[in-house]
């Protein structure tokens, strides 16, 4: 901070003054919450608003990847340890050919070199292990916003229940269909890569995983994930090319839907479908959106997928909306003006979540193509980076300060 003597005593008030007090954030999913925990550290006064009525247990697992982890812990320091526990720590990816047999098992180990294993979890148990490091009465459900209005000294946010707040920073974290960035921006319709997926968490004692291992099952023009979760639950992420997004009437033509897909797959993995109550299925188009040069105006920006929604191809979706949790307090407790704070906080996210967003899409494309090649020399255009250099650079992000609290 510069105390010069030039400074008359209107304006050191001004510098010595938290640059906001009431942080209002839309969404508790998993960036709502990272950066939450974030910024309460930091001193501020922090409300989360969720439209859910409560946590249900949504049927998702998640790989986390170093990067993420490491960004995770430099918010909350133990919780990857919460994490680990809750989870798995993958030792052993396999490829498993559709009869559901091992063709290939390769160990996991290259990650611990980036700071921490590959582990795999439970959404909604990651949901629940984040939301326990607020207060309950900060987070507030049933709160579905439908806009905000802005000037120069405050944001006023409506709610669709009838109730409305202020605040000196709104952070839209409200998903790719983000309410905050289509008031903000304008939204339009997400892109559709082609992609459909079906997904679920459930109990399932029969082997079909070793402990501590993660399986990929490579079909034509369709696979599927096996995901440890913990605690004997298995995610099954199945994903199908498809040029027209298809919508099922309801839960069981869904169900029936993936059991013909897979109608010549091995009983082992058949029978896992089968024994997954059809209600638990979530059938969702892949999509994503075209990267932004500008997430902010004025005292709102954006965070995760509501500022950079991507294919999940690569897994980096959770993980890169981590940086951004971290990011986004770092830069508040170093500036002294919500501006630079926040382009300070553009700056740092813009450029690398553009590369991210822009890999995964091609990333989506390579599961499905019988030749790799175009998409290989595409992706090396992109970023002029090869496969594996793209990885070491996203793994390898590393956190330059610590947070410091603006009020101590
Ligand atoms: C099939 C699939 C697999 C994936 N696998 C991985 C993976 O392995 N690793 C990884 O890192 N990422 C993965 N992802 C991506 C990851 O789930 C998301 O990137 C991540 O959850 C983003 O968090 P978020 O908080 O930005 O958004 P979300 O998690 O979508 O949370 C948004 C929250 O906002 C709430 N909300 C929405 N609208 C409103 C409103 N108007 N008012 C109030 N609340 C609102 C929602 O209810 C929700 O709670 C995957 C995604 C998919 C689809």
Redesign the pocket.
């Known amino acids: 901070m510069n105390t010069s003597p030039t400074h008359n005593r209107t304006e050191l008030e001004q510098l010595s003054k938290p640059l906001i007090k009431k942080v209002a954030i839309?969404?508790?999913?998993?960036?709502?919450l990272a950066v939450a925990i974030a910024l309460r550290k930091l001193g501020y006064d922090v409300q989360v608003?969720?439209?859910?009525q409560d946590f249900r247990p949504i049927g998702?697992g998640?790989?986390?990847f170093p990067n993420?982890l490491n960004f995770l812990d430099a918010i909350s320091p133990g919780i990857v340890e919460t994490i680990k526990n809750s989870g798995c720590v993958v030792k052993t990816s396999v490829l498993k050919n559709i009869q559901g047999e091992t063709i290939r098992a390769n160990p996991a180990n290259s990650y611990h070199n980036y700071g921490h294993p590959l582990t795999t979890v439970w959404?909604w148990r990651l949901q629940q292990i984040l939301a326990s490091q607020l207060p309950a009465e900060n987070i507030h459900l049933n709160?579905?916003?439908i806009g905000f209005k802005q000037d120069e000294h405050s944001v006023n946010i409506f709610f669709e229940n009838g109730k409305q707040v202020s605040a000196d920073l709104l952070i839209g974290?409200?998903?790719?269909?983000?309410?905050v960035r289509d008031t903000l921006i304008g939204n339009g319709q997400p892109r559709y890569l082609q992609s459909m997926?079906w997904?679920t968490v459930i109990k399932y004692n029969q082997e079909i995983l070793n402990p501590g291992e993660l399986g990929f099952v490579k079909g034509n023009k369709d696979f599927m994930f096996l995901l440890n979760v913990g605690e004997d639950y298995i995610s099954w992420?199945y994903r199908r090319f498809s040029p027209d997004i298809m919508i099922s009437k309801n839960a069981e033509d869904a169900k029936s839907l993936v059991l013909s897909n897979i109608a010549d797959w091995g009983e082992s993995l058949r029978s896992l479908v089968e024994a997954t109550p059809a209600a638990q299925i979530a059938e969702?188009p892949?999509c994503d959106r075209l990267p932004l040069n500008s997430w902010t105006r004025g005292r709102v920006t954006l965070?995760?997928?509501?500022a950079h929604p991507m294919s999940?191809s690569i897994?980096?979706?959770?993980?890169s909306?981590f940086e951004d949790a971290y990011e986004l307090a770092l830069c508040f407790s170093q500036a002294s003006r919500i501006e630079d704070a926040l382009a300070n906080y553009e700056q740092r996210r813009i450029p690398r979540t553009k590369l991210i967003q822009n890999r995964s899409a091609l990333g989506e494309m390579s599961y499905y193509a019988t030749d790799r090649t175009e998409i290989d020399k595409q992706m090396q255009e992109q970023s002029n980076m090869t496969s594996e250099e793209f990885q070491n650079w996203v793994f390898n992000y590393k956190l330059d300060q610590s947070l410091n609290p603006v009020n101590p």
């Open positions: 839309i969404g508790a999913g998993l960036g709502g608003y969720e439209k859910a998702a998640l790989g986390l993420g959404w709160h579905r916003c974290c409200d998903g790719i269909n983000s309410v997926s997904r992420v969702n892949i965070l995760g997928d509501a999940p897994g980096q979706g959770a993980n909306t």
